[in-house]
């Protein structure tokens, strides 16, 4: 009988098998708010040099990878991609950008304020032209239902 009690015994103090479950639910809400973060950040990236774009209702072009956008204001300044560019300077930069990307054949986008001078903007298409860039391309929005 003595044997019996001391079993008794060792029985109520013996611990709880250990938990091997992971708790999921502070990973999930931290991932939601990272996801909430990125979309809300997301647009404000792509924001770029601030121009009125002309309308029209051509559809859009496929790509693969991050074009080279020139960009030209009202007051007559040229943007490579974010970066303010002298006329002089942008066939120079340009080529060595396309050099590493893909030559001659890369596609060159150019944003022209729907206010800025035509002049301006034929002035640096001729440039392209003349530098032997033969893939440009205008960058318009979706023309709106009036």
């Not at 991932?31 to 009125?52: E, H, N």
């Not at 030559?103 to 392209?128: F, N, Q, W």
């Given at each position: 009988m003595?044997?019996?009690?001391g079993?008794?015994?060792?029985?109520?103090?013996?611990r709880?098998?250990?938990?091997?479950?992971?708790n999921?639910t502070?990973?999930v809400?931290?991932?939601l708010?990272?996801?909430?973060?990125?979309?809300?950040?997301?647009?404000?990236?792509?924001?770029?040099?601030?121009?009125?774009?002309?309308?029209?209702?051509?559809?859009?072009?496929?790509?693969d990878?991050e074009?080279?956008?020139?960009?030209?204001?009202?007051?007559?300044k040229?943007?490579?991609?974010?970066t303010?560019?002298s006329?002089?300077?942008?066939?120079?930069?340009?080529?060595?950008?396309?050099?590493?990307?893909?030559?001659?054949?890369?596609?060159?986008?150019?944003?022209?304020?729907t206010?800025?001078?035509?002049?301006?903007?034929?002035?640096?298409?001729?440039?392209?032209?003349?530098?032997?860039?033969?893939?440009?391309?205008?960058?318009?929005?979706?023309?709106?239902?009036?």
């Amino acid at each position: 009988m003595g044997g019996g009690a001391g079993g008794g015994r060792r029985g109520r103090h013996q611990r709880a098998p250990v938990m091997a479950e992971i708790n999921v639910t502070p990973m999930v809400d931290v991932m939601l708010v990272l996801l909430i973060i990125f979309m809300v950040s997301a647009p404000l990236l792509t924001v770029g040099v601030p121009l009125d774009l002309p309308q029209t209702a051509a559809k859009s072009l496929d790509q693969d990878k991050e074009p080279l956008t020139l960009s030209v204001q009202v007051s007559g300044k040229i943007f490579l991609n974010n970066t303010e560019i002298s006329p002089d300077d942008l066939v120079a930069k340009l080529k060595a950008i396309t050099d590493a990307r893909g030559g001659t054949d890369e596609r060159i986008y150019v944003r022209g304020d729907t206010k800025a001078d035509y002049g301006t903007i034929m002035k640096v298409m001729g440039r392209l032209s003349a530098a032997g860039f033969k893939r440009v391309a205008l960058v318009t929005e979706i023309e709106q239902g009036t």
